[in-house]
């Protein structure tokens, strides 16, 4: 069956850096798109970043661009989020999701979500 | 960016009874790219509809979703106490992804 397991939050002093992690498995994971999508505390969900199933392509919500790289291991079927230069509105549960198919756009399996806390 | 509105914000209904979640986006969406999640509290959402009116697998057909262009709608025909959640629209349209604020249906 399908898993995404996140890793990597906790708690980062505004200004740092802070590398987030997910591990698949029960799927090709070569083959597929994966996102970040992120919630703050209470409230509704956000889009974070997309990289392509090879890695060629890469995209970015306005509120992280240029502060947050996405990217993938395919060898070791793992997905990452570097967030640098972290904000307090950065606080908020990172999820780990699976691109249906190259020809859809909608998320069929999620993570159980890593909290990253951006305090002082 | 297109923006995604949904409304209302709560609905306040009895189980059996019939819920209607709007959707609206600021521009055309494809069909093709509006999806339909449920959350519920503490845990990761769930996809739910697929391509505005698919049912992803093991979705009860209690659920369904139509609509097209800048207005879609999601319809549990029936609520089951299973169902009292948040539920959320999703768009995809050039090379961006976004959610609408969310609907919470909660028990009368």
């Known amino acids: 069956q399908v898993q995404l397991v996140e890793s990597g939050g906790g708690v980062v002093q505004p200004g740092r850096p802070l590398r987030l992690s997910c591990a698949a498995s029960?799927?090709?994971?070569?083959?597929?798109?994966m996102h970040w999508v992120r919630q703050a505390p209470g409230k509704g969900l956000e889009w974070v970043a997309v990289?392509?199933?090879?890695?060629?392509?890469?995209y970015y919500a306005d509120s992280v661009k240029g502060r947050f790289t996405i990217s993938r291991d395919n060898s070791k079927n793992t997905l990452y989020l570097q967030m640098n230069s972290l904000r307090a509105e950065d606080t908020a549960v990172y999820y780990c999701?699976?691109?249906?198919?190259?020809?859809?756009?909608?998320?069929?399996?999620w993570g159980q979500g890593t909290l990253v806390t951006v305090s002082s | 960016e297109i923006v995604l509105t949904q409304s209302p914000g709560t609905l306040s209904l009895s189980p059996g009874e019939r819920a209607t979640l709007s959707c609206r986006a600021s521009q055309s969406v494809s069909s093709s790219y509006l999806a339909w999640y449920q959350q519920k509290p503490g845990q990761a959402p769930r996809l739910l509809i697929y391509?505005?009116?698919t049912r992803s697998t093991g979705i009860p057909d209690r659920f369904s979703g139509s609509g097209s262009g800048t207005e879609f709608t999601l319809t549990i025909s029936r609520l089951e106490p299973e169902d009292f959640a948040v539920y959320y629209c999703q768009q995809y349209g050039s090379s961006l992804w976004t959610f609408g604020q969310g609907t919470k249906v909660e028990i009368k």
């Open positions: 990289i392509s199933h090879d890695g060629s392509n890469k």
């Open positions: 391509g505005a009116s």
């Open positions: 029960g799927f090709t994971f070569s083959d597929y798109g």
């Open positions: 999701t699976k691109q249906s198919s190259i020809l859809t756009t909608d998320f069929d399996y």
